[in-house]
C-alpha cells in the first residue's frame, strides 16, 4: 500500500483526507483503479515446492502468527 500511495496522483491523496465521505470514497476507488493499470502485464510467478495447489508463504522463514 505504501508503493500504490508514492506513485498515486496528487489529486487523488489530498481527496483520501476529505472531509467528505462520498469524496473519500471516489478516492479509493481511483486509487485501486490506478494500482489495477500498474499491475497489468505483471506475472507473478511461484515456485515449485509445496504440494500442488498449496499457496506460497509471502515471508517464508516467518510463520509466526500475527498479532
Given at each position: ?57 509471502l515471508f517464508p ?7
Amino acid at each position: 500500500m505504501t508503493v500504490a500511495l508514492a506513485v498515486a496522483p496528487e489529486h487523488t491523496l489530498i481527496r483520501l483526507n476529505a472531509d467528505d465521505p462520498r469524496a473519500q470514497r471516489s478516492a479509493r476507488v481511483d486509487l485501486a483503479r490506478h494500482l489495477v493499470e500498474r499491475m497489468r502485464g505483471l506475472t507473478i510467478e511461484g515456485d515449485s515446492h509445496g504440494s500442488p495447489g498449496a499457496q506460497s508463504c509471502l515471508f517464508p522463514g516467518d510463520l509466526s502468527p500475527i498479532g
